[in-house]
T-cell receptor, first 117, second 108 residues
Framework: GAGVSQSPSNKVTEKGKDVELRCDPI?????LYWYRQSLGQGLEFLIY????????KSGLPSDRFSAERTGGSVSTLTIQRTQQEDSAVYLC???????????????FGPGTRLTVT | LAKTTQPISMDSYEGQEVNITCSHN???????ITWYQQFPSQGPRFIIQ???TKVTNEVASLFIPADRKSSTLSLPRVSLSDTAVYYC?????????FGTGTRLQVFP
């Protein structure tokens, strides 16, 4: 079946502009995650959703970052007033939720490469 | 969440067995140990998960000693296509903390 998809695959934007990144999880997966990966670095956790609610937003770097999920499916990550340090690959993942605890096998999308000029 | 420590990089040759050890001294009772693999320009991919003793699947084996303060990912007979970054994660929640991982380079 279809995996996690993300769009756009690449985004170049000017400093100060807002951007919206989209994630389509695997159908039926109730947990959805956003990560950020800078060049040559490990993954930085941003936020995760259980259904449409976000129990943990602690990884969002600043109040310029926000995310929402509707219908327990698609999620968007919005970055307002982008800065050059926001340049990174933004990865989305989804997983099943079993017995009140997520199954750890997260399925990752290909990512969106964001470049802020 | 328990912090993990793993080597920054490792080199190997095709056909050899590779063992990558991860230290997690502060692992909690409910924590599981999970390993992911990441190729360049791709998202990470789940390899294996365990709680204690040994777990084996078609890709790798995971060895966990009784005290669970470390774990070892074993890749049998690596090939060039196993060149990737390998992440060790420990936790019992959905919030996965990825470190910088171990960059494995396999040479012909």
């Amino acid at each position: 079946g279809a995996g996690v998809s993300q769009s756009p695959s690449n985004k170049v934007t000017e400093k100060g502009k807002d951007v919206e990144l989209r994630c389509d999880p695997i159908s039926g997966h109730t947990a959805l995650y956003w990560y950020r990966q800078s060049l040559g670095q490990g993954l930085e956790f941003l936020i995760y959703f259980q259904g449409n609610s976000a129990p943990d937003k602690s990884g969002l770097p600043s109040d310029r970052f926000s995310a929402e999920r509707t219908g327990g499916s698609v999620s968007t990550l919005t970055i307002q007033r982008t800065q050059q340090e926001d340049s990174a690959v933004y990865l989305c993942a989804s997983s099943e939720w079993t017995s009140g605890r997520a199954v750890y096998e997260q399925y990752f999308g290909p990512g969106t490469r964001l470049t802020v000029t | 969440l328990a912090k993990t420590t793993q080597p920054i990089s490792m080199d190997s040759y095709e056909g050899q067995e590779v063992n990558i050890t991860c230290s997690h001294n502060n692992i909690a009772t409910n924590d599981y140990i999970t390993w992911y693999q990441q190729f360049p320009s791709q998202g990470p991919r789940f390899i294996i998960q365990g709680y204690k003793t040994k777990v084996t699947n078609e890709v790798a084996s995971l060895f966990i000693p009784a005290d669970r303060k470390s774990s070892t990912l074993s890749l049998p007979r690596v090939s060039l296509s196993d060149t990737a970054v390998y992440y060790c994660l420990v936790g019992d929640t959905d919030k996965l903390i990825f470190g910088t991982g171990t960059r494995l380079q396999v040479f012909p």
